[in-house]
T-cell receptor, first 113, second 117 residues
Framework: GDSVTQMEGPVTLSEEAFLTINCTYT??????LFWYVQYPGEGLQLLLK?????DKGSNKGFEATYRKETTSFHLEKGSVQVSDSAVYFC????????????FGTGTRLTVIP | DTEVTQTPKHLVMGMTNKKSLKCEQH?????MYWYKQKAKKPPELMFV???????INESVPSRFSPECPNSSLLNLHLHALQPEDSALYLC????????????????FGAGSRLTVL
């Protein structure tokens, strides 16, 4: 079945450091891929998405590229800020008729000044 | 209006109580979802409503009873819950449930944090 594997956390970085959070997926067909962010005490917010191979999603300085050959959708940011501290979830939506989201386990990021 | 509004934000209830969680959206979305999120875990799908009809029930115990009175509202009725049901309950909506046309993005509410004593 469809699934997402996300790098274990927690991740602690200094402000302005480079961020990579790895995400790989298993799915039949060609799923859509997402990164959601959850700030402390809040619900999930869509950060970025990509719907087909080689698409690059980007938002707020974050980027992720849909790599079909490596079944990956790694999240990157060139210079993190304290305000980026949150839990990041990789997710996929299969194109088999249902719009269910399958989430990875989440990666907690803490950025220290 | 691009929000999903959930009430209450926090709820504490005993195992014999009956309470309800409410969710509202005015984006014209026709699919609405309930997710359960335990601490430090990803959200897990509970129910999906499509055009006000229950389309998915992920084997959720009957002490959780969803209701979709109209296209903008989604309720989750709670009765005889257990302490292990304590969690963050997230409501979400999307334009449609079927994803054949591409990525229908889910918009999530801020959640209702439930504590069962």
């Amino acid at each position: 079945g469809d699934s997402v594997t996300q790098m274990e956390g927690p991740v602690t970085l200094s402000e302005e450091a480079f961020l990579t959070i790895n995400c790989t997926y298993t799915a039949t067909g060609y799923p859509s891929l997402f990164w959601y962010v959850q700030y402390p005490g809040e619900g999930l917010q869509l950060l970025l998405k990509a719907t087909k191979a080689d698409d690059k999603g980007s938002n707020k300085g974050f980027e992720a590229t849909y790599r079909k050959e490596t079944t990956s959708f790694h999240l990157e940011k060139g210079s993190v800020q304290v305000s980026d501290s949150a839990v990041y979830f990789c997710a996929l939506s299969g194109k088999t008729g249902a719009n269910n989201l399958f989430f990875g386990t989440g990666t907690r990021l803490t950025v220290i000044p | 209006d691009t929000e999903v509004t959930q009430t209450p934000k926090h709820l504490v209830m005993g195992m014999t109580n009956k309470k309800s969680l409410k969710c509202e959206q005015h984006m014209g979305h026709r699919a609405m979802y309930w997710y359960k999120q335990k601490a430090k875990k990803p959200p897990e799908l509970m129910f999906v409503y499509s055009y006000e009809k229950l389309s998915i029930n992920e084997s959720v115990p009957s002490r959780f009873s969803p209701e979709c009175p109209n296209s903008s509202l989604l309720n989750l009725h709670l009765h005889a819950l257990q302490p292990e049901d304590s969690a963050l309950y997230l409501c979400a909506s999307s334009q449609e449930w079927t994803a054949q046309s591409g990525a229908n993005v889910l918009t999530f509410g801020a959640g209702s944090r439930l504590t069962v004593l």
